[in-house]
């Protein structure tokens, strides 16, 4: 999230799109609710009515995988009747570049296209630079390669028929959605998006949320209170996960991950660091090496050093090209190119894409370590139903888990919140945490190493590694320490005190730090901040329910990122009934500014979105791998034959493996008509490995089911409460027939199209309750995350004559 859940509360507008926040995030509804008493609108975009939908104003319904349609129109609606908030674009944003002549866009392909790799050569959409190597500008917006008259031209094709024939969504929903929304471009007034899985878990989820940044960027509601993107995080502590590498391409605080083709230390920052030429332009990534150094040293202690590099030779590198995210890595387990693995809280037999080949990936392992609470599809594949379990080789040691009241630890919540909780009560029986059992694990491997020699023992005989597990010395960790004594803004540190912030930590060695930008959590001075719970705040805080001294926030406590953007060039906020900083002659207050320059006016301020290189809102975004604009392609099954308003069908680089069991549906594949899409509900947790073995919530919701429109029922003649097959190209699946007025057909180019949309938390070790909805999604994901298209396939439904998995 750019914000938090409190200041949601401060917005004028509330668009829900593509998230169920009223059920899977009840915390962040709470805070939806009070905006709504004090007057705000909320409005609910989903292809299905929820809880969600019946707290919001409205609920529009759309086809799953067209929002950026719906949200490319609404860009053109903004642009088209001059909604939006001029002075913000033309300075905090870059719709005043100038974009290159080899930039070019065309029947859905943008240049740079290479057919044979389905990837783009990036430096086709480069800005044109000037003498200093900076981007040509021109304010008044109006050369016809600018940014903002690129971006004009590129959303005229939006057009109100041409969104309401791919989306579904009648052309008075659109206008009311968009007139509501487009309203917040005024200078008081904020409108935020909360969006979650809707969004992202699709080819095109990345694009998806570049379409959110837009609007916000051009209505001016980046940085300011009640605005933002707010990303609904999943699984407690995504946040926190991702914040310290649960993703295979970065490291802890977003450092990428180190590639063959980054040999040496010097070689991966050169590789990886941006640098910019113009002085107006903090491009805070200049400093990654500091942090990488920091990272390296944390690791490897008195073993790292400055001349070793840090120890960063021993580190393992991806290779460059290869992409190790789990469809892939499933892929290759499939293939019988893996032997063995850790599976430590997930149950990817169940929550991967395509689950008769997950599953049969999982035959191919010679040993599995599986952390759990449950026995689960994963760790019980072995004897699932329809193998020999005799003729499974796979060999599985299941580690009794402690569940979370067990362990104290950090929770980062979705507003980047650190959370410190208590230890309840002891690890019943022999189950311990994951911490616990990894420390004991990894020194039984060092002692090994050490006593019998490996073939490399030096990157695990150099580790600093704790002789055992304390959370609270793993949170100073990662804060970070210094190694030597220093001096450090007129204070005196000794080797070993804790960093007090991010700007202490150097490239030299002298600090450690196990993620950036945690620096700052724990200090000498205050401790572990994670554990604050002071309501205290300045009158001005309390105008908008900051709360700063209430657990910690990263980075160095700033609540409401690109607060720069809240205010004017002489430092005056837009909105000053609900001001997030504000220059006070001497001196920011409010929130922690981004960066604590004076304002842009007096000369010696810097551009407000200080983690991009050029310090501008990026309304061209041409970093990444599918286009600088997001435009619209169809899921990669669609019902439909023809791109409604362009050429390109599907997106042109979305990824993809191939095996013999990764069929795909054609486009309009007349056998499976149907949309499907799947979701999450209140009373099960995600896979359902967990929450089936609650008695009370079993009982709740003890069945897979599915939901379907009264007029497809009647079409198939079902009756609610039928048992029915769905089918895909890849599997099929028993389910009880929801029929239910919360799903409705949508008009498409003129047709009908039915979608339905099933839970994926049933799976066979809970007996009669339904197995993986995962056997009938497809394994394609994003060309730039990976992230499975789950919310969107193709299948058909009939009525079943007789059950298995539902008995
Ligand atoms: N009770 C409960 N809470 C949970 C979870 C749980 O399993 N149970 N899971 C947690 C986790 S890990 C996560 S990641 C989050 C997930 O939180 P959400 O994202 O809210 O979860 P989903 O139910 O997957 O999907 C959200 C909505 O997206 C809609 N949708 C489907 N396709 C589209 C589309 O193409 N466009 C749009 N605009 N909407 C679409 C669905 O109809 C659904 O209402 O929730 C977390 N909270
Ligand atoms: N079709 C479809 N598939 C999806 C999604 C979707 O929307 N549609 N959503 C995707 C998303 S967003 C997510 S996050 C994944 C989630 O899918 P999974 O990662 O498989 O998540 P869970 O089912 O929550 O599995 C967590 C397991 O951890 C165990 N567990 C709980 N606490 C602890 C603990 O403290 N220690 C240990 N060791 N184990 C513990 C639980 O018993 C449970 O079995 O599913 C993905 N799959
Ligand atoms: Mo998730």
Sequence with gaps: ??????????????????????????????????????????????????????????????????????????????????????????????????????????????????????????????????????????????????????????????????????????????????????????????????????????????????????????????????????????????????????????????????????????????????????????????????????????????????????????????????????????????????????????????????????????????????????????????????????????????????????????????????????????????????????????????????????????????????????????????????TKDVNFKGKKYKKGQQVPSFVALGDDGSTSSLNWLYAGSYTEEDGNKAKRRSLAQTPMQAKIGLFPNFAWCWPVNRRILYNRASVDANGKPWAPQKAVIEWNGKGWEGDVPDGGWPPNATGKGRYPFIMRKEGHGQLYGPGLQDGPFPDHYEPVETPITSHPFSKQLSSPCYKSVKSDMDKLAEPGDKRFPIVLTTYSMTEHWCGGGETRNIPALLEAEPQLYVEMSLELAKEKGIANGDAVIVESIRGKVEAIAMVTVRMTPFKIKGKIIHEVGMPFCFGWTTKGVGDATNRLTPAVGDPNTTIPEYKASLVNVRKADKLTELE
């Design 1 to 482: 999230m750019t914000n938090h859940w409190c200041d949601i509360e401060n917005a004028d507008s509330i668009m829900i799109i593509g998230s169920n926040a009223a059920e899977h995030h009840p915390i962040s509804f709470k805070w939806v609710l009070r905006a709504k008493d004090k007057g705000a609108t909320v409005m609910h975009v989903d292809p299905k009515f929820s809880r969600t939908s019946a707290r919001s104003d409205f609920h529009v319904p759309l086809r799953s995988g067209t929002d950026i349609p719906f949200m490319g129109g609404m860009i053109n609606y903004v642009l088209s009747n001059k909604l939006y908030f001029k002075e913000y674009v033309a300075n905090y944003t870059n719709a005043a570049f100038i974009v290159g002549k080899d930039y070019k866009f065309k029947d859905g392909l943008f240049s740079g296209y290479d057919a044979k790799t389905r990837t783009y050569d990036k430096s086709k959409w480069a800005f044109e630079l000037d003498d200093k190597g900076v981007p040509k500008r021109d304010p008044s917006l109006k050369d016809p390669r600018c940014v903002f008259q690129m971006l004009k031209k590129h959303y005229s094709r939006y057009s109100l028929d041409n969104v309401s024939k791919t989306t579904g969504v009648s052309k008075e929903n659109l206008l009311k959605v968009w007139k509501t929304f487009a309203a917040t471009g005024q200078k008081d007034k904020a409108g935020t998006i909360m969006y979650a899985l809707g969004w992202t878990q699709h080819t095109v989820g990345v694009q998806n949320i570049r379409t959110s940044a837009m609007l916000q960027l051009l209505l001016g509601n980046i940085g300011v209170a009640g605005g933002g993107i707010n990303a609904l995080r999943g699984e407690p502590n995504v946040q926190g996960s991702t914040d310290h590498c649960i993703l295979w391409h970065i490291l802890p605080g977003y450092l990428p991950v180190p590639k063959a083709s980054m040999p040496s230390f010097d070689a991966y920052t050169k590789a990886t660091t941006p640098v910019s030429h113009d002085p107006e332009s903090a491009n805070w990534w200049q400093h990654k090496p500091k942090y990488m150094a920091s990272l390296l040293k944390s690791w490897r202690g008195d073993n790292a050093t400055a001349k070793n590099g840090f120890g960063y030779k021993m580190l393992p590198k991806a290779d460059d090209g290869v992409d190790y995210s789990y469809l892939f890595l499933f892929d290759r387990m499939y293939k019988g190119e893996i032997r063995g693995g850790f599976v430590f809280g997930t149950n990817p037999a169940q929550s991967v894409p395509n689950s008769n080949k997950t599953r049969k990936g999982l035959d191919n392992l010679d040993w599995l370590v599986v952390g759990e609470l449950h026995h689960t599809e994963t760790s019980d594949n072995w004897h699932r139903p329809g193998i020999d379990p005799l003729k499974n080789k796979t060999e599985v040691f299941l580690l009794p888990s402690a569940q979370r009241a067990e362990k104290a630890g950090s929770i980062s919540n979705s507003g980047r919140w650190l959370l410190w909780h208590y230890e309840a009560c002891k690890p019943m029986g022999q189950s311990r945490s994951m911490g616990n059992m990894y420390v004991d694990i990894i020194n039984r491997v060092r002692e090994l190493y050490s006593t019998k020699n490996g073939a490399y023992p030096d990157p695990i005989l150099t580790l600093d590694w704790p002789s055992f597990y304390d959370a609270e010395d793993v949170a100073q960790r990662i804060n970070g320490r210094f």
